[in-house]
């Protein structure tokens, strides 16, 4: 990763930018959570990943992601266009490295949607940049209930993601933080206060060594 950005420090002005990794199963509530983050935040961008799976109703190319071919997407995998990609419910998915390496150049913080392969990686990749929260459902059923309202997915899909979901769960304990999102204003809330005070965490700001230096020096 040297000399492309991400592995040193990355400065948003004084501050050093962040990562946040959200993930969950699928109708935990991670995108509805991640937009809804990014709108009270203007400092703050989403990765928009790469996907091999079709587009649901309403889902905007560019937007919501970059739907292609799985030739066109194994092509970028060989060019070493992704900053990592995984396969999930047999398709890839994968983070374009241009657009966040543009976004953290420019001091902006960047929010991800990804599955726990991907938070692996990119923590891996900027273990002091990564900052990692799981969206737990209250239930299982709850979880059901949510897949079947959002109104996007067939009955299969829906059984493949909740297939899944326990398999997502397990990883729960390799993030820094768990929200467990039943209220929606609460849960928003706790994200809130995760990303402002991660923000404000002594090494994201490494001129701080500078000016304590200064400080000491006064009578
Ligand atoms: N590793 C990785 N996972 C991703 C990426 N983009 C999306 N995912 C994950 O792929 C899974 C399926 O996403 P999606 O089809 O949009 O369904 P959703 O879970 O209902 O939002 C989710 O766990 C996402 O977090 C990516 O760029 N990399
Ligand atoms: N706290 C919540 N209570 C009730 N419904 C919710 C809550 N959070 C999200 N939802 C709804 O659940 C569905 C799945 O949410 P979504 O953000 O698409 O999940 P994910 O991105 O994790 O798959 C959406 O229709 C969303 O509006």
């Given at each position: ?90 398709h ?36 002091d ?57 609460r ?9 402002h ?14 000016f304590?230096?200064?400080l000491?020096?006064?009578?």
């Amino acid at each position: 990763m040297s000399g492309d950005g991400l592995s040193g420090p990355v400065f948003r002005g004084r501050r050093r930018g962040l990562m946040l990794v959200l993930s969950s199963p699928s109708g935990a509530g991670k995108t509805t959570l991640s937009k809804r983050l990014i709108s009270l935040n203007p400092d703050l961008v989403l990765s928009i990943s790469a996907t091999t799976r079709a587009p649901r109703p309403g889902e905007v190319e560019g937007q919501d992601y970059y739907f292609m071919t799985p030739k066109e997407f194994e092509e970028k995998i060989a060019a070493g266009e992704f900053f990592e990609w995984a396969k999930v419910f047999d398709h890839y998915y994968g983070t374009p490295k241009a657009p966040i390496e543009e976004a953290l150049d420019e001091g902006r913080d960047v929010v991800f949607d990804i599955d726990w392969q991907g938070a692996r990686s990119l923590a891996k990749e900027a273990p002091d940049d990564v900052v990692r929260v799981f969206i737990l459902p209250p239930s299982l059923a709850l979880l059901r209930d949510r897949l079947k309202k959002r109104k996007q997915d067939s009955d299969d899909i829906i059984k493949s993601r909740m297939n899944r979901a326990k398999s997502e769960i397990e990883h729960w304990n390799e993030y820094d933080y768990v929200v467990l999102n039943d209220d929606f204003s609460r849960a928003l809330e706790k994200l809130s206060e995760i990303l402002h005070a991660e923000r404000l965490k002594r090494v994201r700001h490494p001129w701080l060594e500078g000016f304590v230096e200064e400080l000491m020096k006064e009578e």
